[in-house]
Structures are given as C-alpha cells and as structure tokens.
C-alpha cells in the first residue's frame, strides 16, 4: 500500500480553510471514495505527492500540460521572464506574438482577446453574441462544460428544448430562462429547434468534442448541423476548444472537422499552464469588443507577460516539431488499443473513446454518444479502477466525466507501465 500519511493530514486540515479542502471540487475526489493526494511537484509525464509517491500523470493540470511539466525550455523562459517584471498592465511584444501565433495554427481566429480563464473566455464569447446580435436566448448542449459563468451552469431536461432551470442555487431563473439545453449529438432535436426559434437565437455554444461528461466526439452531421442551422438564422456559432484545441489536431476540432465556427474559445494549453485563455474569430465580431467597439470586456492580469510567456513557449515546443501532436496523438493510440484489449481479457465491458491526445475509459457495454449514456455507465466499477490504478501509481482524474491527457513526455515505458498496472486494476473491477 502506498502511504499517504500526509495526504491525509493535509486535506483533514485544508478542510477547516477552503470548502472541501480545495479550490476546485472535482479535486476533492468526491466520486472515487478516497481522499487526494498533495501535490508537491511535477516532472514530464510524473507528478509526485508529499507522501514521495510517483504517479504517471494522466490529468496534466486537467489539460494544459502538452508539453509535460517542467519543461525545461518554457521553464527557462519563465525564469526569465519574472526578471523582467510580473505585470505591467500595458501592451508588450509579447502578446502580439502570441496572437500571431494563434491566428497562425487557428486560421479562423481573426482578432483575439485573452483572457485569464476558460470561464472568462466562454462568458465574454457570449456576449460578443449577444451584443452583436441584439437576442438573448442561447443554446448549449448537456454534458458540456463551459466554465462557472452563470449563464452557462445551466443542463435543463433532455430530450426536447427546454427552458434551462438553474443547476446550481445562486443562478437566477432570469438567467436560466435564457439558456436553452438540448441533449448533444442529437442532430435531429437540434435541427427542430432552430426551425422553430431559429431567429431568437443568438449563439451557440458547443465543445466540438465534448471532455466534459469524459470524451465524447461528435456524431457525424452534428457539427455541420449546428454551422448551417446558425448561419441561416444569424445566430453566432461558438466553438468551445478550451480543452479539445491543440489536442484533437494542433488545429483545433475545426479543423479535424472541416467545420469553421465565427468565435473560437482557447485555454488551458495557451496558458502553458499558467492561467490564461483567449477568445477570437471573425474581425467583424471582435471589433465590437471594447475598446474597438461597445461591447465591454477587460482584466486587470489580461495578458499577463508570465502566462503568455509560458503559453508562447508551450505553442512554440508544439508547432516547431510539425510531428509532435501527431506523436501525442499515436501514444494515445497505443494507449487505447492496450487499453481495450486488457479490459477485454478480463472480461470488463468498456467503451474507449479518443479524441488526439485526449481519451476515456466508460464502464458500459454501451455505446456513448451523450450525457445521459455517460450517466448511465458504471461509476462504482469505475471508481475501483481508479483506485487500483492509483495504487499502482497511475494518477488519473478521479471522476468518470473527465478526461485523460497525454503530454510530449508519455514514453513507451510510461504507456507499458500503465497498461501493466491496467491489467490488474481491470480484473479488479472483474472480481
Ligand atoms: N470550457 C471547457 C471546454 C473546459 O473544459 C473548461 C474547464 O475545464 C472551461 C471552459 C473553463 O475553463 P477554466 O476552468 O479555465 O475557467
């Protein structure tokens, strides 16, 4: 058994500081019946408790570390950079750097904005839509994830459209009323709805591959659905990449696709694990942002020289070597197929979705194309999975919903260590 000693001491005491004794829930490890680890550091594909357990890391900060941790070019450049000063609230070299070379790999984004979050990004998207648009009512799909802004915290009925109802108290039904939840991948109901409302819809908003309710990409139609319904209506189709961009092709799903939204939300991996995201698109749209144009929006740490810094770099390491997701992307691979071949030996049924350097185990027998499949898999074998595979120093992200990542540092060794430890874990789950 490994210890955890201090783990356990830790989370006991940060209990008394921060609700649940962290500063985001799924942390807490709420869903697997065990207590977390603390985290005292990271290197490559390992990261390492204050107890001295090693794991391979699967969560990668739950998606920005492509590079692996503590690479030693973007932490070179981090050093440097704090030399020169952590903030200065004005223009730099920098950012227009960063934006060059975002607008480079997303030829879609036209004019970007960064932003310190994901949630930032999402939030001012929608506005950009609604202020441009002059409607209100926007769409979003169950099982996606687009940060805590209130508008979003919002997965009425499946099913036919319903009007939202508010997932978390403090959302006001107002605000609710004006998110619409359809189930994803369900091209038809998608498709009745614009036909019917169409005209008083302002955006939509979809992760183009879902991470959020664990990976799920969509259906074939799905997303050339959403592009011709929102052009005929006016509506402004927002494609949420936060956690899917640079990883299902360093292109973004958009491109995978084939599929152009007219906004692109960017985190996690822009940030190079430093907190910034970037939203961006069309010139038209983006210059109705302040101060271009009267649509508000802005950040004391916007941009900051820090985070751009370790994003830029973490691009650079990405896009110098054209081959580098190609080879995230084929370790993943491997990592499925060995994957669903041991959960086959022990005769555990599962449904292994991919997406790039992205991927998910489901215990179901099923298929799962949508939120209410992927609530329909099983989580207690899930969670024996989870804990076996811990155990054997595997670290994964403690929740059926979430979804794996790969970094540049997941070796071979790393891949057969985890399909060794898989073995075990799956006929635990088989027992
Ligand atoms: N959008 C997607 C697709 C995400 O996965 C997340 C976070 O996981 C967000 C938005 C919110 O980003 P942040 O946590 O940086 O606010």
């Known amino acids: 058994m490994l210890a955890h000693t201090k783990s356990e001491a830790a989370f006991t005491a ?3 500081l921060m609700p649940g004794g962290v500063n985001s829930p799924v942390r807490s490890y709420g869903r697997v019946h065990c207590n977390p680890p603390f985290i005292a550091s990271a290197k490559g594909c390992t990261i390492t408790d204050i107890d001295g357990n090693t794991y391979i890391d699967y969560v990668g900060s739950w998606g920005p570390m492509i590079a692996g941790h503590a690479h030693p070019r973007v932490v070179k450049a981090l050093q440097e950079a704090a030399t020169r000063g952590t903030s200065y609230g004005a223009p730099t070299l920098l950012e227009s750097e960063l934006a060059n070379l975002v607008k480079e790999i997303y030829p879609s984004i036209e004019r970007l904005r960064m932003v310190n979050s994901g949630t930032e990004a999402t939030m001012s998207a929608l506005r950009v839509a609604r202020g441009f648009t002059g409607r ?5 799909f169950q099982g996606c994830y687009h940060g805590h802004a209130d508008s979003l915290l919002v997965s009425a009925g499946s099913g036919a459209a319903t009007f939202g109802q ?3 108290p403090g959302v006001t039904r107002a605000t609710a009323e004006d998110t619409i939840t359809l189930p994803y991948n369900d091209t038809k109901a998608f498709n009745r709805l614009m036909d019917g409302f169409g005209n008083d819809i302002a955006a939509v908003i979809v992760e183009p591959v879902a991470g959020n309710m664990g990976c799920v990409p969509p259906v074939p139609g799905f997303l050339e659905a959403l592009r011709s319904q929102t052009a005929a209506h006016g509506a402004i189709l927002i494609f ?3 956690m899917c961009g640079f990883r299902t092709d360093l292109h973004g799903a958009q491109a995978y696709y084939g599929i152009t939204p007219d906004l692109t939300c960017l985190g996690k991996i822009i940030g190079g694990g430093l907190p910034a995201a970037a939203y961006g698109g069309k010139a038209y749209l983006m210059d109705c942002v302040s101060p271009a144009g009267p649509i508000y929006q802005a950040g004391t740490l916007s941009g900051n020289p820090l985070a751009v810094t370790a994003g830029l770099e973490t691009l650079r390491i990405i896009t110098e070597d054209p081959d580098y997701t190609v080879r995230v992307t084929a370790q993943t691979k491997k990592l499925c ?7 086959a030996a022990a005769g555990v049924p599962v449904c292994i979705h991919q997406s790039g350097s992205m991927f998910s185990v ?8 949508d939120f209410a499949m992927a609530n329909a898999c099983d989580q207690e074998a899930f969670a024996t999975y989870f804990q076996a595979m811990l155990e054997a120093g595997i670290y994964l ?3 059926q919903f979430e979804t794996c990542f790969l970094s540049g ?3 071979d060794q790393a891949i057969e260590i985890t399909l060794s430890a898989a073995k075990n874990a799956f006929a635990a789950v088989a027992k």
């Open 240 to 242: 949420d990449e936060v």
């Open 409 to 411: 540092e997941h070796d």
């Open 362 to 369: 489901f215990f179901t027998p099923g298929e799962v194309r």
């Open 14 to 16: 940060a209990q008394t």
């Open 166 to 168: 508010p997932d978390s």
């Open 397 to 399: 992200p403690p929740s």
């Open 136 to 140: 209100d009512k926007i769409i979003k």
């Open 337 to 343: 197929d060995g994957l669903r071949t041991a959960a």
